[in-house]
């Protein structure tokens, strides 16, 4: 397992848990790994296509729809800083929004410039009128990590019905 696969099982783990459920005792199995990661070479922590496999698989087994998968996966592989926080995220605005949302990994293309994004729109059959501030207050955990990774991330919603 590389060290990208660990902080990401670790980050997921830790989305899945509630505050008051953290563990203090993390076992003698995740300080070995946390041994051996220390010695990997800066560059083996960088994203691989089999982290960025990785990654869409454990989205796809979360039930985030990525409509076009191999352009994730390539904006994944520029900014290999953003496949370990997509999936926490992810746990995230589905506790947030658990009866009849989905979730949709897609990239934005601006038209009038050249600029792309990852964009994660939440879909509902019903909106409430305060979604962007449940968005906004669901995302607030994970702003300081997003504003120093490579590549960006917005979270929205387009008010679209899910398809």
């Not at 897609?106 to 964009?119: G, Q, V």
């Not at 962007?132 to 929205?156: N, P, R, Y």
């Amino acid at each position: 397992m590389s060290l990208n696969q660990d902080r990401f099982e670790a980050s997921r783990a830790k989305a899945q848990l509630g505050k008051s459920d953290l563990q203090i005792n993390i076992g003698r199995k995740a300080k070995r790994k946390t041994a051996r990661a220390s010695f990997l070479p800066r560059d083996a922590v960088h994203g691989s296509k089999s982290d960025v496999k990785d990654v869409t698989e454990v989205l796809k087994a979360m039930h985030v729809m990525i409509p076009e998968p191999s352009e994730v996966s390539e904006y994944l592989l520029a900014h290999p800083d953003l496949s370990g926080l997509i999936p926490p995220i992810c746990c995230k605005l589905i506790k947030t929004f658990p009866e009849d949302a989905k979730l949709f990994l897609e990239i934005y293309r601006d038209p009038e410039i050249h600029d792309e994004y990852l964009t994660l729109y939440v879909r509902k059959n019903v909106y409430e009128e305060q979604i962007l501030d449940c968005i906004d207050e669901a995302m607030a955990e994970f702003e300081l990590a997003l504003g120093s990774a490579s590549g960006w991330l917005l979270v929205t919603t387009d008010f679209l019905l899910p398809r």
